[in-house]
């Protein structure tokens, strides 16, 4: 009996630190995740640092964006007129030549040979024509005579003018001045008619031809200007517009522009592949931010702007009391006025009614000298035209905001933010260094 009785007490001993062991880490889970949630809850995320633009009216320049091809006003691939063999060339690769300097001379030893015995005939035509001409007027030659002398005379200079026209063929010319390029035929090289034998380009005026769609064609005009560049960045070239297709191509809707670019350096090479900006006439007052301000997602295009942090609304406590009602609540036992010390007699009775602590908005407010707490708010908006790595607002902004142009990674409505505009994200790196 006595060991069944200490079998049960020795159970319900095991059962109860057993009980205490399970309800102590129960507990103390339960304590901790309830202290981490409250941590966490608690918890104010960093301050992060972004860099921000103050918007204001701007002008704003609009404009139409294409892309264009390099051609110059006069370029053309020159050929040879009929066979022969390469006899000189005398140009070489890239060099100016005037007009009409001779660019390639075939051999023409025979045609100057057909050339010399058909001048001699035509002098002896010549000859027997004034001849004919002298024995008319004495009146013993005869007109048959004589008109056949004057036919004879001008198939002989004809003939002399096609065989100097065959033997002209035998050298190739410039039509204009302009830069050679490498000739592609070598000395000895028979030549058939058509042959191309080198490019010349005219490179001091290039002509930009490029396309717009037919809803833009009415923004256009002869005499518009036209800025030229090999990325959209930057445009260095200037010209105007010469010409306008007057007919849109039906099958793409597009309407051919064509542009005239001065070329004095000879930056701009034929072929060449360019960005084209046609300038439209300036707008006034026009709300423009970086296009790094902008951020576009599934819901729309928003931004961040930055703002001061409300103050927490102030609540009065027993410790805001002003003293002058707690002066009423002194107790029966209080000594009276008359035993204050003179100096404290002669307060005014102004000061005794001063608030004894500031209020919780009070002490919300920033120091003098500190800045207030800096917060986010996200912003959606209707972004416009671009240009120049610039966009137009068209709603949700107004002039004055205060907006992120750079940072914006891991943002959120409400966040708290430090401004550092040191660093502007709309120019390169090199020209901050170069103003710093």
């Known amino acids: 009996m006595f060991k069944r009785i200490l079998r049960f007490v020795i159970i319900i001993l095991v059962l109860a630190v057993l009980v205490i062991v399970v309800g102590g880490i129960v507990g103390f889970n339960f304590l901790r995740d309830n ?14 640092t972004v860099s921000t633009t103050i918007v204001k009216p701007s002008n704003w320049t609009p404009g139409i964006e294409a892309i264009g091809t390099v051609r110059a006003v006069r370029g053309v691939d020159l050929t040879v007129e009929t066979a022969g063999i390469v ?27 057909d050339l010399a015995a058909q001048k001699a005939q035509a002098a002896l035509d010549q000859t027997s024509l004034t ?23 001008s198939a002989s200079a004809s003939q002399v003018n096609r065989l100097q026209a065959v033997l002209d063929q035998k ?32 490179l001091d005026t290039m002509r ?60 701009l090479t034929p072929g060449q592949f360019v960005q084209v900006r046609v300038e439209l006439p300036q707008e006034q007052n026009v709300l423009a931010l970086p296009q790094t301000a902008l951020t576009t997602s599934l819901y729309g295009d928003y931004i961040f702007v930055v703002h001061p942090a409300k103050p927490a609304e102030a609540q009065p406590t027993n ?14 036992d209080a000594k009276p006025a008359a035993d204050a010390k003179p100096a404290e007699a002669a307060k005014p009775a102004a000061d005794a009614a001063k608030p004894a602590d500031k ?7 920033p120091a003098a000298g500190e800045q207030p707490a800096l917060v986010l ?47 502007d994200p709309t120019k390169s790196a090199n020209k901050q260094a170069d103003q710093q």
């Open 35 to 48: 202290g981490i949630k409250q941590y966490f809850a608690t918890m104010k995320p960093p301050a992060a």
């Open 87 to 113: 006899k000189e060339i005398p140009f070489h690769a890239n060099e100016k030549v005037a007009a009409n300097a001779v660019l390639l001379q075939l051999d023409d030893a025979v045609e100057r040979a």
């Open 131 to 153: 001849r004919a001409l002298e024995l008319t007027k004495r009146g013993v030659g005869s007109d048959s005579t004589l008109d056949t002398a004057r036919a004879a005379a």
């Open 171 to 202: 050298q190739l010319t410039a039509p204009f001045a302009g830069t050679v390029g490498i000739p592609k035929i070598d000395l000895g090289q028979y030549l058939a008619p058509g042959t191309a034998v080198v490019t010349l380009q005219d």
């Open 208 to 267: 930009v031809d490029f396309t717009v769609p037919e809803q833009q064609l009415p923004l256009l005009k002869i005499g518009q200007t036209v800025r030229l560049g090999l990325s959209g960045g930057d445009m260095p070239f200037a010209g105007a517009i010469r010409g306008i297709d007057p007919k849109i191509d039906p099958s793409s809707r597009l309407v051919n522009i064509r542009a005239e670019v001065a070329n004095p350096e000879g930056k």
């Open 319 to 332: 410790e805001t009391k002003p003293a002058a009602a707690a002066a009423t609540d002194k107790p029966a």
């Open 359 to 365: 209020t919780a908005a009070d002490q919300a407010k």
């Open 377 to 423: 708010s996200q912003v959606f908006v209707k972004p416009g035209r671009r240009n120049e790595g610039m966009v137009e607002i068209v709603e949700g902004l107004k002039a004055g905001d205060e907006v992120v142009t750079a940072g914006q990674n891991r943002l959120f409505n409400g966040m708290s933010v430090n401004v550092d505009n040191t660093i």
